[in-house]
């Protein structure tokens, strides 16, 4: 099962799966790991981050993002989310202009792609390094182009709640010879470098495997092996995301007093999670739709509640970082609401879930009396 355990001639499933996804994704190297949180670790120190840098990232997003941050000795710079819940292009340049970090670890949360173009633009402006966290983006395009082609390195999840699963797992992907090196020796490579699936040549690994310390953090061929097989019908489901997702979006459009995200018009997201706003809804009227769906069947997340149940985005719960003033971002969050979309679902019963939510929420938003 161990990927470097196949004989001589033979190809592990680890290495099959980094070739395959390397192909798949359109990028040279590929890196088979741990999780996703382990691959930006891993990216972050890649690209040379190290104690006490500052890198900048989304202060929407999950809490392996900071987590990663925090576990190379970094100190994340929180970016405030836009109303489409990507990243705001405006605080993002004040504060790459403004503070000494030098990496963006830009997370596509919930899938929500920012304009691409300007990001670019802004990281070439201020000399900032762009790593990809695509946990909610594999299978999803920016102008045409896969999201995670964008960045020097990219970060991708396996884990049971992503786009492909394998229990637990990671991908990281680079064009960088350089990179693909560093990281293939972070992850635990002894001096097996060249059993790798879409890795450098030994060229690249002269000086990188004396200097590079060893973090195990290494896939294994069982989960290599349940991976190939979901690449091969992912671009198939991600049309099928697609479609549930909008036939829940078409429920709740018209209903008053929502907001769902749009879109940037150049985004293909993967609708494999549905979020939608209430502004200027108040905690207690957040509660009650929580509440009134859970008692008809449906289980929302909301990420305004005071308290992280389940799981956490909301900065305020992230106290291993320092503290930090991000008004909009509270403010969007505490009406946001979330539900997984899992293929599961036919259109049926999205169809159904859509119908209870418009219902729910006709009946608990309270309107200004006019
Ligand atoms: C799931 C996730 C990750 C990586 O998570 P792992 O559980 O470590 O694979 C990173 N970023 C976001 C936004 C995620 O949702």
Not at 99 to 104: D, K, N, Q
Not at 268 to 287: E, I, K, Y
Not at 342 to 363: K, M, T
């Amino acid at each position: 099962m161990h990927r470097y355990g196949a004989a001589p001639q033979e190809i592990s499933q680890a290495a099959a799966l980094e070739a395959e996804f390397a192909n798949w994704q359109g990028v040279q190297f590929c890196l088979a790991l741990t999780s996703g949180g382990q691959a930006i670790q891993i990216a972050l120190r890649s690209v040379g981050v190290l104690p006490k840098d500052l890198v900048l990232t989304n202060a929407f997003t999950l809490a392996p993002v900071p987590g990663a941050i925090a576990a190379v000795g970094a100190k994340a710079v929180l970016v405030e989310s836009a109303k489409d819940l990507t990243i705001d292009l405006g605080d993002l340049e004040e504060k790459a202009q403004n503070s000494a970090a030098r990496v963006l670890l830009l997370s596509h949360m919930r899938g929500h792609i920012a304009d691409m173009d300007r990001i670019l633009e802004i990281c070439d402006r201020y000399n900032v390094t762009l790593v990809e966290d695509c946990a909610h983006t594999m299978g999803a395009r920016f102008d045409g182009l896969r999201s995670g082609n964008h960045g020097l390195v990219s970060c991708f999840s396996t884990q049971t709640y992503k786009h492909i699963n394998s229990g637990e797992g990671g991908l990281l992907t680079t064009n960088s010879a350089e990179i693909a090196a560093r990281a293939t020796m972070l992850s635990g490579s002894y001096m097996n470098f060249s059993r790798h699936g879409a890795g450098p040549d030994e060229t690249s690994f002269e000086t990188v495997r004396y200097e590079t310390p060893n973090m195990s953090a290494r896939m294994d061929n069982l989960r290599a092996s349940i991976l190939t097989p979901q690449l091969d019908r992912l671009d198939t489901n991600v049309t099928r995301w697609s479609e549930r997702h909008s036939v829940l979006a078409k429920a709740l459009e018209s209903v008053e007093g929502v907001e769902l995200p749009m879109g940037h018009s150049k985004a293909l997201r993967v609708g494999s999670s549905f979020q939608f706003r209430l502004p200027g809804a108040d905690a207690n009227t957040c509660q009650l739709i929580l509440d009134q769906a859970a008692s008809l069947g449906v289980e929302l997340k909301w990420f305004g509640s005071a308290e992280p149940i389940g799981f956490t985005s909301n900065h305020k719960s992230w106290r291993y970082i320092a503290a930090q003033s991000l008004p909009n971002t509270d403010e969007i969050l505490s009406t946001l609401f979330d539900m997984r979309v899992p293929l599961s679902f036919s259109l049926d019963d999205c169809a159904h879930i859509g119908r209870i939510l418009q219902h729910v929420l006709e009946n608990c938003v309270v309107r200004d009396p006019v």
